[in-house]
């Protein structure tokens, strides 16, 4: 059974600063790793999308990494920003995806 | 493009009580997914339809909770009767499969529904 794992739980930066998230999980023989970001309140806002067959993706401030072998991923956000802060989770499946229980981010002014 | 519309967005009812929330997935995409998330977890796959077909729903309380997709596009989530551990948002996802060795599966997600049973 896949375990999805996201350290740290929460997060508190102050604007400017470059951080990283980490996603691990128990079954290398994934498919797709895919990063959200989710408001409060809110549904899921689809981030990043790394297939099985990539080892990363970027897009603008944020660059996400895939390691099957040490089954980890990293999502690194770049110079954050306060409208950075939100709940971030990694979920891997090709279809039925396994989700993590998210970091909480909080940027600061 | 339109995204994944979801309704109500809020609902709060008694327990034993029945509740049905609505999903549109957006145009075109044969697979919909409904996911449960309590609280401070994940979201967990309830049930997933490809068209207008059941592919999982292996973790659906199916004594309690049914789904259907009629016609392949919206679809419907029931409770009946609610059990206090059924608060949590609904979210109702869609993605379209491409095919060929670079096949993507990214997800869409609607804005869910927050249900409260007290």
Not at chain 1, 17 to 22: A, I
């Amino acid at each position: 059974k896949q375990e999805v794992t996201q350290i740290p739980a929460a997060l508190s930066v102050p604007e400017g600063e470059n951080l990283v998230l980490n996603c691990s999980f128990t079954d290398s023989a994934i498919y797709n790793l895919q990063w959200f970001r989710q408001d409060p309140g809110k549904g899921l806002t689809s981030l990043l999308l790394i297939q099985s067959s990539q080892r990363e993706q970027t897009s603008g401030r944020l660059n996400a990494s895939l390691d099957k072998s040490s089954g980890r991923s990293t999502l690194y956000i770049a110079a954050s920003q306060p409208g950075d802060s939100a709940t971030y989770l990694c979920a891997l499946g090709f279809q039925k995806l396994v989700f993590g229980t998210g970091t909480r981010l909080l940027v600061s002014p | 493009e339109a995204g994944v519309a979801q309704s109500p967005r809020y609902k709060i009812i008694e327990k034993r009580q029945s509740v049905a929330f609505w999903c549109n997935p957006i145009s075109g995409h044969a697979t919909l997914y409904w996911y449960q998330q309590i609280l401070g977890q994940g979201p967990k796959l309830l049930i997933q339809f490809q068209n207008n077909g059941v592919v999982d729903d292996s973790q659906l309380p199916k004594d309690r909770f049914s789904a259907e997709r009629l016609k392949g596009v919206d679809s419907t989530l029931k409770i009946q009767p609610a059990k206090l551990e059924d608060s949590a948002v609904y979210l109702c996802a869609s993605n379209y499969q491409s095919v060929g060795p670079d096949r993507s599966y990214e997800q869409y997600f609607g804005p869910g529904t927050r249900l409260t049973v007290t």
